[in-house]
């Protein structure tokens, strides 16, 4: 389970809230996982809520299963949600009386259902991997007004790479960075985690590339194991030109692992994420 409160500062912030599962059914079949998640913006206006089926396959590269692939599909239905009666039209706003009479804007509806898919591959060892996603793929698209061009979700990319070492006395070092690209937005997130068993401390630095490359963030993290649970914090600090007015962000994760190992034995394949 996941919460993000982005900008927590303005009146209304950017909130999105996760559930995801995931279940290994057999080395042969795979996993199997499922993933909600909504978004909302801005006054509850406007509002998306996903529902994703998942499904992953790890196949050994050579013999000794010393390197490894890892293939992904998800697919899903997203529903964007937008309420007309918390926005204001130029037509219905006079200069002395205010907002007076409803929109004459042609609004098809307050709701627009899509079908969305996404695949992504790994290859990694115990030490480090790479890997690639792709959201979005089928392109889909949605419209909320009749005299409006449909709504484009662009295709988005996602590349990652990372390593796990260990320092002088023993304790687990991750370096992860991730570059993504979005149609004519592209942004690069870098870091470092200090894994102790419990707790984990991280700190990542995040900046937009290219045309508008600029400093967006950096972000502290703290995470700590309790039994089955895992519980993360983070909070980011805004270093670009809003840091004023849009100073903060946080995030709270929970996982729980559920101890199958008495009833199946699976092959082991650690990967250098967690």
């Not at 130029?90 to 996404?118: C, K, M, R, W």
């Not at 991997?129 to 449909?150: E, M, V």
């Not at 995470?223 to 993360?232: L, P, S």
Request: with cysteine; hydrophobic share 35%; proline share 4%.
């Amino acid at each position: 389970m996941g919460y993000r409160n982005q900008w927590s500062k303005m009146k209304e912030p950017f909130q999105s809230i996760t559930l995801s599962g995931d279940w290994n059914v057999s080395d042969n079949f795979g996993n199997l996982g499922i993933l909600i998640n909504q978004d909302q913006a801005g006054a509850s206006a406007f509002r998306c809520l996903s529902f994703n089926a998942l499904y992953a396959y790890s196949l050994p590269l050579d013999r000794s299963q010393r390197w490894n692939a890892r293939f992904g599909l998800q697919v899903g239905m997203q529903n964007s949600n937008l309420n007309f009666n918390k926005l204001r039209f130029e037509d219905q706003i006079d200069p002395l009386v205010g907002v007076y009479q409803p929109t004459q804007e042609g609004l098809t509806g307050q709701s627009e259902s899509y079908f969305n898919t996404a695949v992504s591959g790994i290859i990694h060892n115990e030490k480090i991997h790479i890997g690639y996603s792709l959201h979005n793929l089928n392109a889909p698209s949605y419209q909320f007004l009749t005299n409006g061009n449909p709504i484009s979700v662009p295709r988005r990319h996602t590349i990652f790479v990372g390593a796990k070492l260990k320092s002088i006395t023993n304790q687990v070092i991750h370096l992860d960075a991730m570059y993504t690209n979005q149609r004519k937005f592209n942004d690069f997130m870098g870091g470092i985690r200090l894994n102790f068993g419990s707790p984990e401390f991280g700190f990542y630095y995040r900046r937009s590339m290219f045309n508008n490359s600029t400093s967006d963030a950096v972000s502290m993290l703290l995470g700590a194991n309790i039994g089955r649970y895992k519980i993360t914090y983070s909070w980011d600090f805004t270093v670009s030109e809003h840091s004023n007015s849009l100073p903060f962000s946080s995030e709270i994760t929970v996982k729980y692992h559920f101890d199958n190992s008495s009833t199946r034995s699976y092959r082991n394949i650690e990967l250098p994420l967690y």
